[in-house]
C-alpha cells in the first residue's frame, strides 16, 4: 500500500555552533504528498531541498511544526523509508553489488534462501544482473546508482526518497536513469518524493512539482500538475510551456530573494 505524507509548519532551524550563527534554512513548510504519487521537489542549490528530504527521512527532527507519513509522526529513519542519495560513496566498498544490495535483508536477520531471489529480481530491475559479484570501483557512476535504487527496492518501502541521485550522471545516463525509475515507479506504484535541480528532470518524472523559494527560511512557493502522458521522452508543445512556466517561477523567486537580501 502507499502512504502519504504529510508537512505541517515545518521549520528547521540550524542551531549553529562557535564561529556558525545559526541558519532557518525551512520555515512553514505545508506539503501534503499523495499516496503512489511521484512528488518532486524543485529548487536551486543550498535552498533546502536535502534538509527537507532529511526530516521526511528522519535523520533529523523539524524545530516546530510536523512531519508525518500515514497519519504518524515520523520520529527516525525507518525501513518504511527507502533513502537513495546523491552520493555513490553511499555503497559499502568492500562488499559485492549482490552483497550491498542483500545488506538490508541480511541485517534484518532474513536467511539466504529467503532474500535471494528479492535480491536477484531487483537487480534484473535495474539491469545490473550480469555484475552481480563486482566491487562498487568496478562500476561506472551509473551503475553504482543502480545498486543504490536496487538496495532501497530491496527493502520493499512504501516510500521512496531521492535526493538528487542522477545528478553527478553525464547527460546519455541521466536519460537512461530517469526512464529506469520511471518504468520501475509505474511497476511499483510506491510514493516517491524526487529531489532535483534540474526542470527538464522533473517534468520527465513527476506528477507534482513543488517549487522550493531561496533560503533562508525556505519554503514551497507553489505546486505544478505534470498532466503529460507517460512514457515522456518526446519534447512537445505542452512540455516547453511547462518548461517555460517552471523557469519563470524560478527566475521570478531568485530576483525576488535578490531584493530581499543583504548587501
Ligand atoms: P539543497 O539540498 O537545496 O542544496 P540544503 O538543504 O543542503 O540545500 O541546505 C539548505 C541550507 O541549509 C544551506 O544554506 C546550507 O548551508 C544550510 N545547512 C545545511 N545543513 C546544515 C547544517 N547541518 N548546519 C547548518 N546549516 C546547514
Ligand atoms: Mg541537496
Given at each position: 500500500?502507499?502512504?502519504?505524507?504529510?508537512i505541517?509548519?515545518a521549520q528547521m532551524r540550524y542551531p549553529g555552533?562557535?564561529?556558525r550563527p545559526p541558519y532557518m534554512a525551512l520555515e512553514n513548510i505545508?506539503l501534503?504528498?499523495?499516496?503512489?504519487?511521484?512528488?518532486?521537489l524543485l529548487g536551486p542549490s543550498g535552498c533546502g531541498k536535502t534538509t527537507l528530504l532529511n526530516l521526511?527521512?528522519?535523520?533529523e527532527?523539524p524545530t516546530q511544526g510536523?512531519?508525518?507519513?500515514?497519519?504518524?509522526?515520523?520520529?527516525?529513519?525507518?525501513?518504511?523509508?527507502?533513502?537513495?542519495?546523491?552520493?555513490?560513496?553511499?555503497?559499502?566498498?568492500?562488499?559485492?553489488?549482490?552483497?550491498?544490495?542483500?545488506?538490508?535483508?541480511?541485517?534484518?536477520?532474513?536467511?539466504?534462501?529467503?532474500?535471494?531471489?528479492?535480491?536477484?529480481?531487483?537487480?534484473?530491475?535495474?539491469?545490473?544482473?550480469?555484475?552481480?559479484?563486482?566491487?562498487?570501483?568496478?562500476?561506472?557512476?551509473?551503475?553504482?546508482?543502480?545498486?543504490?535504487?536496487?538496495?532501497?527496492?530491496?527493502?520493499?518501502?512504501?516510500?521512496?526518497?531521492?535526493d538528487e541521485?542522477?545528478?553527478?550522471?553525464?547527460?546519455?545516463?541521466?536519460?537512461?536513469?530517469?526512464?529506469?525509475?520511471?518504468?520501475?515507479?509505474?511497476?511499483?506504484?510506491?510514493?516517491?518524493?524526487?529531489v532535483?535541480h534540474?526542470?527538464?528532470?522533473?517534468?520527465?518524472?513527476?506528477?507534482?512539482?513543488g517549487i522550493m523559494t531561496q533560503g533562508p527560511r525556505s519554503f514551497i512557493r507553489e505546486?505544478?500538475?505534470?498532466?503529460?502522458?507517460?512514457?515522456?521522452?518526446?519534447?512537445?508543445?505542452?512540455?516547453?510551456?511547462?518548461?517555460?512556466?517552471?523557469?519563470?517561477a524560478i527566475?521570478a523567486e531568485a530576483g525576488h530573494a535578490r531584493d530581499e537580501g543583504p548587501?
Open positions: 500500500m502507499a502512504l502519504s505524507i504529510h505541517e509548519g555552533g562557535r564561529e505545508n501534503e504528498v499523495r499516496g503512489g504519487e511521484f512528488f518532486c521526511i527521512a528522519g535523520f527532527r510536523s512531519v508525518k507519513a500515514a497519519g504518524r509522526t515520523i520520529t527516525g529513519p525507518d525501513r518504511q523509508r527507502g533513502v537513495v542519495f546523491q552520493t555513490e560513496r553511499a555503497l559499502f566498498d568492500w562488499l559485492t553489488v549482490e552483497e550491498n544490495v542483500a545488506f538490508g535483508p541480511k541485517i534484518r536477520g532474513i536467511s539466504r534462501s529467503e532474500w535471494n531471489d528479492n535480491v536477484r529480481e531487483k537487480l534484473h530491475l535495474v539491469g545490473l544482473d550480469k555484475h552481480r559479484a563486482k566491487l562498487p570501483r568496478e562500476l561506472s557512476g551509473g551503475m553504482k546508482q543502480r545498486v543504490q535504487i536496487a538496495r532501497v527496492l530491496a527493502n520493499d518501502p512504501e516510500i521512496m526518497l531521492m541521485p542522477f545528478a553527478a550522471l553525464d547527460a546519455y545516463t541521466r536519460g537512461k536513469m530517469q526512464q529506469e525509475i520511471s518504468r520501475i515507479w509505474e511497476n511499483m506504484r510506491r510514493t516517491v518524493v524526487f532535483t534540474d526542470i527538464t528532470e522533473a517534468i520527465w518524472l513527476a506528477d507534482r512539482i505546486i505544478y500538475e505534470v498532466n503529460l502522458p507517460r512514457p515522456r521522452r518526446n519534447m512537445t508543445k505542452e512540455f516547453s510551456d511547462l518548461f517555460n512556466t517552471l523557469s519563470a527566475d548587501a
